[in-house]
């Protein structure tokens, strides 16, 4: 069993900045790709970056520049650093890993529960 848990959402200033964290627990054998995506209210859930298991990473365009993600590969954790944040960042941020456990080393994709980011102009 494999669990995904982030972490890190809050309310915070225009221009101001937040760390999102994303780990995974349980019988993990491998620790592939992480994209982040967010949600506002009333939208369409929307991709926002990636990283590879070799660290290499891609953006969306509204977050370039601003955003970056990294990753802990010895302990099973992603990052979204957010800086420069705006109020149309505020979303609900959700991460979502491909994981393979002991059991079944096949990379198979798991949705953290989400965390809100809120941000007052």
């Known amino acids: 069993q494999v669990q995904l848990v982030e972490s890190g959402g809050g309310l915070v200033q225009a221009g101001g900045s937040l760390r999102l964290s994303c780990v995974a627990s349980?019988?993990?054998?491998?620790?592939?790709?992480t994209y982040w995506y967010r949600q506002a209210p009333g939208k369409e859930r929307e991709w926002v970056a990636r990283?590879?298991?070799?660290?290499?990473?891609i953006y969306a365009n509204p977050v370039k520049g601003r955003f970056t993600v990294s990753r802990d590969n010895t302990e099973n954790t992603a990052y979204l650093q957010m800086n420069s944040l705006k109020p149309e960042d505020t979303a609900v941020y959700y991460c979502?890993?491909?994981?393979?456990?002991?059991?079944?080393?096949?990379?198979?994709?798991?949705w953290g529960q989400g965390t809100q980011v809120t941000v007052s102009s």
């Open positions: 979502n890993s491909f994981i393979g456990t002991v059991a079944d080393r096949a990379p198979r994709s798991y």
């Open positions: 349980g019988s993990i054998f491998v620790f592939e790709s």
């Open positions: 990283i590879s298991s070799d660290g290499s990473s």
